[in-house]
């Protein structure tokens, strides 16, 4: 079975800084796809990025970026140059052939960009 | 349309009644999931479809959940006999392949009396 876990509930962040969320996963196989979503007050979910696990380079989307290390089993989101508007719920999430390519989502992340 | 439409986006309920909640995926994508998601909570997965391939229902948390995808496009979700920890956001999603994006719906809002 495929897991994500997202150790950081809610996380404050100063306008314009960058910050890091994190993610971990497990999975057994060799092939799989890692997703960040943004969920803002509204609760629509925004795609933010992808990163295949045979991607040799990190992931970048603008001000997002994601931080991929096969061997640890992460992928961390990187926001930089920060934004009110950036303030919502965030979610990582893994989808995989074995899995049946069913979409798994961690806990989430409450990010808060003070001015 | 240009996204997944779901409908009602709002629908109220006393316990006990059935419900239905109807997903209109994006033309030609042959994924379809359907999440629920609780207040303050993440995506709970329930029900997923590909293509003509039996669906995935692994996470229906009761027999009293069920869906079908009719002509390979619309989703409905129904719900039985509702509960009032039925109450949550109920979310649809489609893709087009694999390892693509999921575009999803704006949820429908169930909240059972």
């Known amino acids: 079975a495929q897991k994500i876990t997202q150790t950081q509930p809610g996380m404050f962040v100063q306008e314009k800084e960058a910050v890091t969320l994190d993610c971990t996963y497990d999975t057994s196989d060799p092939s799989y796809g890692l997703f960040w979503y943004k969920q803002p007050s509204s609760g629509e979910m925004i795609f933010l990025i992808y990163q295949g696990s045979y991607d040799q380079q990190n992931a970048t989307e603008g001000r997002y970026s994601l931080n991929f290390q096969k061997a640890r089993k992460s992928a961390n989101l990187v926001i930089s140059a920060s934004q009110l508007g950036d303030s919502a719920m965030y979610f990582c999430?893994?989808?995989?052939?074995?899995?049946?390519?069913?979409?798994?989502f961690g806990g989430g992340t409450r990010l808060m960009v003070k001015p | 349309g240009a996204g997944v439409s779901q409908s009602p986006s709002n629908k109220v309920t006393e316990k006990g009644k059935d419900v239905e909640l109807r997903c209109d995926p994006i033309?030609?994508?042959?994924?379809l999931y359907w999440y629920r998601q609780s207040l303050g909570q993440g995506l709970e997965f329930l029900i997923y479809?590909?293509?003509?391939?039996?669906?995935?229902k692994s996470g229906l948390p009761s027999d009293r959940f069920s869906a079908e995808r009719t002509g390979g496009s619309v989703s409905t979700l129904t719900i039985q006999r509702t509960q009032q920890e039925d109450s949550a956001v109920y979310l649809c999603?489609?893709?087009?392949?694999?390892?693509?994006?999921?575009?999803f719906g704006s949820g429908t809002q169930l909240s059972v009396l």
């Open positions: 999430a893994m989808s995989s052939p074995r899995a049946g390519n069913m979409l798994t």
């Open positions: 999603a489609s893709r087009e392949g694999v390892n693509e994006k999921l575009f």
């Open positions: 033309s030609g994508h042959t994924a």
């Open positions: 479809f590909q293509g003509n391939s039996a669906p995935d």
